[in-house]
């Protein structure tokens, strides 16, 4: 019985207004976050990644810093009961409000496939807007401004530290980053972007200020 009843429901909050509901088991409601975060990175990195209007719209908000949560509305439960409830939470929000492609439950269409012209059309936005460079300085320092807010930093690592200790997770993301890097252009392009100089740049500073703030906690000495 436990086992049938693993399934919850859950809410990505943005700046304290519920903007996607969603159905899942395991980490599945702290993925978004990181998925987005992923999303940013890879394009950081030159890599044309085509994404829903959903993680479009988190990956904008995470930019600007924006306040986003994940709360559990429901858990414990079937999972067509976990259907039936994201159904029927879906419903009482504004339509204007969410960000929510489908209306969720049961008629949610599994296994939804773009037709070519919009992967298409979605492909050729992307490399129209990543191939700014002042765009992409832009958005790097949105990065770092954003990482500079001691609770920010807190409330993501916390997510991060709860999805990464489920097991099924940890072997999902382990198999995707293996297939990822099994491909030669990914670990060229990977490669390029970590030997870049100012690339290093950005991260020994993030180290530098990784053990200032640590030593802070700790009332230790600051100096380098």
Excluded at 79 to 84: E, N
Excluded at 139 to 166: F, M
Aim: proline share 3%; with cysteine; net charge positive.
């Amino acid at each position: 019985m436990k086992k049938r009843n693993r399934f919850y429901v859950y809410a990505v909050i943005v700046d304290n207004k519920i903007r996607y509901i969603g159905k899942g088991t395991g980490g599945r409601a702290y993925m978004h976050i990181r998925i987005a975060r992923g999303i940013v990175r890879r394009r950081m990195a030159g890599e044309t990644v085509s994404a829903t209007p959903f993680y479009e719209k988190l990956t904008e908000v995470w930019l600007k810093g924006s306040d986003i949560q994940i709360s559990i509305l429901k858990n414990k439960l079937t999972d067509r009961k976990a259907y039936a409830v994201e159904c029927e939470l879906i419903a009482k929000q504004k339509a204007s409000q969410l960000w929510n492609t489908w209306s969720g439950g049961l008629g949610s269409p599994k296994g939804h496939k773009k037709s070519e012209q919009q992967k298409h059309r979605s492909s050729e936005s992307n490399k129209k807007t990543w191939s700014d460079e002042k765009l992409k300085q832009k958005h790097s320092k949105r990065c770092k401004v954003i990482w500079l807010n001691p609770e920010y930093r807190r409330k993501t690592q916390a997510a991060l530290k709860a999805a990464g200790q489920q097991p099924e997770l940890r072997k999902k993301r382990s198999d995707a980053a293996k297939v990822r890097w099994a491909n030669p252009e990914f670990r060229e392009k990977m490669n390029r972007a970590f030997s870049d100089p100012a690339y290093k740049r950005l991260r020994s500073q993030a180290t530098k200020q990784g053990w200032i703030t640590r030593r802070q906690k700790i009332g230790g000495d600051n100096s380098l």
